[in-house]
């Protein structure tokens, strides 16, 4: 059984539960099929619920607990607790008006690691922007956005990125390419407080930024901006997140993610060191 730590997220759960149910199942050599005839669902039911991207009902992982002979009051209890755990809603829910159920699933994940590493291409990546530059890349979504819901999905940028300042949030390892520097977001005063909100950032003990520099010319990161997020619980497996216009891609298997680790700790060695990442942040801000 996989303790779940204060402030673990119900996305989070929803995985140590699903991943759980799964190894139950297997240990009793039932199939999914099986399994979903037993709960009145279907096998691909059953297959979203073991990689957890869907909610419990209680009911059913009583069911299935029953049917996978696990009949200790203790055992069950705690299952079933992280149920009702699960189903809990994140305080992200309360920006649904303003949040695609794509990036829900991401945030959820984001609350709960304990290394967040990411590389970004083009702007500054979201957990280290600054509000006004936030403010600047909202205005300029097509179709233009009403100034009450541009206001509220700065808000929730802003809300994701208290996580690090918390004393209790994931350690954030950020590479950011030259371009995304380089490139005017908002005018000259916009990214004079952005620079400049990196180099506050890069003095916190739980967040290291690099720069992966012009001169270096072509590099491991060929393939765009991704970010990579491992969690605390043994159980849970690394997460590659691919976020694309419309949706996100979620690569969990390990030799996807291995390529992507290796990418990223490739872009880590040929990046500017923190250091001289803090020396060209400051004479970018002298430009300016």
Same mark, same amino acid.
Not at 196 to 212: C, G, R
Not at 226 to 235: G, M, N
Not at 257 to 283: F, G, I, K, N, W
């Given at each position: 059984?996989?303790?779940?730590?204060?402030?673990?997220?119900?996305?989070?759960?929803?995985?140590?539960? !699903?991943?759980?149910?799964?190894?139950?199942?297997?240990?009793?050599?039932?199939?999914?099929?099986?399994?979903?005839?037993?709960?009145?669902?279907?096998?691909?039911?059953? $297959?979203?619920?073991? %990689?957890?991207?869907?909610?419990?009902?209680?009911? #059913?992982?009583?069911?299935?607990?029953?049917?996978?002979?696990?009949?200790?009051?203790?055992?069950?209890?705690?299952?079933?607790?992280?149920?009702?755990? =699960?189903?809990?809603?994140?305080?992200?829910?309360?920006?649904?008006?303003? %949040?695609?159920?794509?990036?829900?699933?991401?945030? !959820?994940?984001?609350?709960?690691?304990?290394?967040?590493?990411?590389?970004?291409?083009?702007?500054?990546?979201?957990?280290?922007?600054?509000?006004?530059?936030?403010? /600047?890349?909202?205005?300029?979504?097509?179709?233009?956005?009403?100034?009450?819901?541009?206001?509220?999905?700065? $808000? %929730?940028?802003?809300?994701?990125? $208290?996580?690090?300042?918390?004393?209790?949030?994931?350690?954030?390892?950020?590479?950011?390419?030259?371009?995304?520097?380089?490139?005017?977001? !908002?005018?000259?005063?916009?990214?004079?407080?952005?620079?400049?909100?990196?180099?506050?950032? /890069?003095?916190?003990?739980?967040?290291?930024?690099?720069?992966?520099?012009?001169?270096?010319?072509?590099?491991?990161?060929?393939?765009?901006?991704?970010?990579?997020?491992?969690?605390?619980?043994? #159980?849970? =497996?690394?997460?590659?997140?691919?976020?694309?216009? &419309?949706?996100?891609?979620?690569?969990?298997?390990?030799?996807?993610? #291995?390529?992507?680790?290796?990418?990223?700790?490739?872009?880590?060695?040929?990046?500017? &060191?923190?250091?001289? &990442?803090?020396?060209?942040?400051? /004479?970018? %801000?002298?430009?300016?």
């Amino acid at each position: 059984m996989t303790t779940v730590q204060p402030g673990s997220g119900s996305m989070v759960r929803r995985i140590l539960l !699903g991943s759980q149910l799964r190894r139950l199942r297997e240990g009793c050599g039932i199939t999914r099929e099986d399994a979903g005839y037993a709960i009145r669902a279907s096998e691909s039911k059953i $297959s979203r619920m073991e %990689l957890g991207r869907v909610s419990f009902k209680e009911r #059913d992982v009583a069911d299935l607990l029953s049917l996978y002979g696990v009949h200790d009051g203790g055992e069950r209890e705690a299952l079933l607790g992280l149920v009702r755990e =699960a189903n809990k809603s994140g305080w992200w829910h309360s920006f649904n008006d303003v %949040l695609p159920g794509w990036f829900q699933t991401y945030i !959820g994940l984001e609350e709960a690691a304990a290394l967040i590493r990411t590389y970004e291409v083009q702007f500054v990546p979201g957990l280290l922007q600054c509000e006004a530059y936030a403010r /600047a890349i909202f205005g300029q979504s097509r179709p233009v956005l009403a100034e009450e819901e541009l206001d509220r999905r700065v $808000s %929730l940028r802003m809300r994701r990125q $208290s996580m690090l300042t918390g004393g209790q949030g994931p350690r954030l390892w950020a590479v950011i390419d030259e371009a995304a520097l380089r490139r005017p977001v !908002g005018g000259p005063e916009v990214m004079r407080a952005q620079v400049q909100h990196l180099l506050d950032l /890069a003095e916190q003990p739980n967040v290291v930024i690099q720069v992966m520099p012009f001169r270096f010319g072509a590099h491991a990161g060929e393939s765009g901006a991704f970010s990579i997020l491992r969690f605390p619980e043994q #159980d849970l =497996a690394d997460v590659v997140y691919l976020e694309q216009l &419309t949706s996100a891609l979620y690569l969990d298997k390990r030799d996807d993610v #291995d390529e992507y680790v290796q990418v990223m700790e490739r872009l880590c060695v040929d990046s500017l &060191t923190p250091q001289q &990442t803090t020396d060209l942040l400051a /004479a970018i %801000l002298k430009e300016r």
